[in-house]
């Protein structure tokens, strides 16, 4: 009986109830959660079928009776009514009879050519052309819904911005052929209600599984309990080591002690005695070397602190030299540029038409764009920018007549489209930095002997601000934005307009977007009227 105790293992005493009754638990959760899911996958599966096709009659059925409505109207009209006439009545009819339809459904109508004809979630695109539209996975759809429109009607399948939510979702159309106008009809419906019923039944599944589990958990509990029995008894049989074992750590932390072996009786115990014994010998030479170590990296590190103390004061001290002669520099800079100006006002006044004095303001003016460029953005965070009511239409005019002169020196004309607008709340000197270096920006890379257009539209909350110009291609249209970016090596400037118009509009909340198409480049903003 002695020489058993003395041969006892742990994993003899321990594993095989503990893991009997663990693995039993965790077959019995699987199987429950395997049988769940595959229930589930398949109740998915026979949802989404159904609801596809519920949908796609829907939306076959909408589409066909648009379809005779217009066909019932064009042959009672159509002898009494030019068509151009005869169709807007129809557009007013459909924009009144099927506009408010139910799961965010619409209708829309198109030629074969891919001009929109009408489409009441986007009224800004009528009469646009966009045949070679792509969803983000690259379905070009109309071009798809047109070859199966001539096959007598198809469905096609997309992802799309919801007006609802304004986020891409997946959305299925169905479309017809009105032949005597070449219209192209159909409607769309989005899948959203799809993955909302898909989401309840995982919350149903999930709800379930957390029941089985709970069940599977208490069973477990008690199986448990009639095992905390047996692992008491075990426990008891080590427990004799382990104090072994504790005895030996506490005598080890204070001096230079090792395990007697005779002590030890579990067998895989036994060749730990040798590893700490080894490890306390190995820790009292390591501790020895590492206090002379200590002494020596302390010394070092002393050095080494008070030679980083000196670089820093040095660095802060030509920080700030530098800091001082830039505003020097920019204060120096404004006084000879007034005395300039002022001259050229007063040369002008004696020689009207002479060039060389339009050539000089027109750079005199440029300077005078980046000195508040660099003013700016040296003062921007310390100085409160308070908001003011801003007449937008007349604060464009005001300094597109500041630029006049630079444009007409480069040969470009400026083509004004200034709606009436309500007043804005927003910083002027912020506003006038936006709006100069969009324009200097137009008139430094427009192509000569062209238009720069700008355009000011007044929305219900909102004004659009928008600048046109043709230039050459820009190969990285996405880099515009970052500071000191140039698109050649050989132009000149810094690259810090556009840098301060985006840190401007983001403090503003001013969106915007970057457009360019061909030759033409536009750089839109809307701009809040509340700031």
Known sequence: MSQTKCHLSINTINLIGISVLLLFALLFTALVVFEEYRDFETEVTQLKTRYLQQKKAEIRHQTRKVIQFIAYEYENYRDSLDWTKLQQHILDAVNQLYTNLPEN??????????????DPNRP???????????DPSGIPILRELIQKAKKGGGYLSYSWEEPSTKRFSPKISYAEIFEPWNWLVGTGVYMGELDRLVQQKKEAMKNRLIKYVMEILTLSAILFGFAFAGIKLINKIIQDEIETFSEFFNAAATRYSVINKQRIQIKEFIPLVDYVNHMVDTIHRRKRELIQLNLSLEEKVRQKTAKLRKQK?????????????????????????????AQIDLLKMQERDNRYIGKI?????MIHTLYGDLSYLLRHHRIVHEKEPIDPRSFIRQRVDFFEEIARANRLDFTLELQPCDTVYMNTEELTRLVDNNLSNAIKYALPGSQIRIELINEENDVLLGFSNETKEIARIEKLFEPFYQ???NENGFGLGLFLVKRICEKNQIAVSLRH??????????????G
């Open 124 to 134: 800004e695109i009528k009469g646009q052309n966009i045949l070679d539209v792509t």
């Open 487 to 489: 698109e050649s090596e």
């Open 361 to 365: 303001e027109a750079a005199t003016k």
């Open 105 to 118: 459904r619409y209708i829309f109508i198109y030629t074969l050519d891919g001009t929109n004809v009408f």
């Open 313 to 341: 004061e040095y660095s802060e001290q030509l920080v700030k030299a530098q800091d001082a002669f830039i505003k020097t520099s920019i204060h120096e800079i404004n006084t000879p540029l007034a005395v300039i100006m």
């Open 517 to 530: 198409d061909k030759n033409m480049v536009t750089f839109s903003y809307t701009i809040p009227k509340r």
